[in-house]
């Protein structure tokens, strides 16, 4: 090859030396641009609806691999409203339609250090089933009016929402008879984070939570004494 001569493709390490400034986040964003959106109405984001309908709603991650815990509240800004609701599924996978990403024999620091390009690919998607929405302070456990906007930010909801979802046990009812829920493992995950939530209450709280579950799931003995048993050694713990 003659010295100078351009090939068609890229070493590693050219990949690897590049200047700062031309790197991409694998949002696909520059650093700078990465840093802005850390300011203004974005700020404290995690992630950003790309599906939605009146129920429920898919966002995709701020970043790989990290979705909201399993059971988190959220808070959804659409329509000058704030949609309040708890992440129920949340999935990995590529961003390309009909390729799945590989299986390598290299632990992710290797291959982020070998072939980072494969990560930028790949995306982090989480469900969240919607509960209701905030008017003021208070909240309204009914559907919104119009389910959120495509690009709407996620937010993790704040302890006075939270507080303000779980007040009344309305979202229990919710959850029950929401479809294609895991239910059983999705109450048990919110009521902890209800819990969380509360400075003090809680030895009131859980009991209260309690008998309203046995009232609605009176004909169901197993299932309620299930949840029961394992509710009440978190009072023990």
């Not at 802005?36 to 701020?62: C, I, N």
């Not at 959120?148 to 979802?165: G, N, T």
């Not at 009176?218 to 050694?233: C, E, G, I, K």
Request: hydrophobic fraction near 40%.
């Amino acid at each position: 090859m003659a010295e100078g001569e351009v090939t068609g493709t890229r070493s590693l390490e050219s990949f690897l030396d590049q200047d700062v400034s031309s790197v991409r986040t694998t949002a696909g964003h520059s650093p700078k641009a990465a840093a802005d959106a850390d300011k203004g109405p974005a700020a404290g984001r995690v992630g950003e609806v790309v599906e939605s309908s009146t129920m429920t709603l898919v966002a995709e991650a701020r970043h790989l691999h990290a979705a909201p815990d399993f059971g988190a509240f959220v808070r959804i800004e659409s329509d000058n409203r704030n949609l309040v609701g708890v992440v129920h599924n949340a999935i990995t996978q590529s961003s390309e339609p009909n390729r799945r990403p590989m299986a390598y024999g290299k632990t992710e620091a290797e291959l982020r250090r070998e072939q980072p390009q494969i990560f930028e690919l790949l995306r982090t998607q989480f469900e969240v089933f919607v509960l209701g929405y905030l008017q003021g302070t208070e909240m309204v456990h009914l559907f919104p009016p119009q389910p959120a906007r495509i690009h709407s930010f996620v937010f993790p909801s704040r302890s006075q929402e939270v507080l303000a979802v779980t007040e009344d046990s309305q979202f229990l009812r919710s959850l029950l008879e929401g479809p294609g829920l895991p239910t059983d493992e999705l109450l048990l995950a919110t009521l902890r984070g209800a819990i969380d939530a509360r400075e003090a209450g809680t030895r009131q709280y859980l009991p209260k939570m309690a008998c309203e579950l046995s009232r609605l799931l009176r004909d169901d003995y197993d299932r309620l004494s299930s949840l029961v048993r394992r509710m009440t050694a978190w009072g023990q713990a």
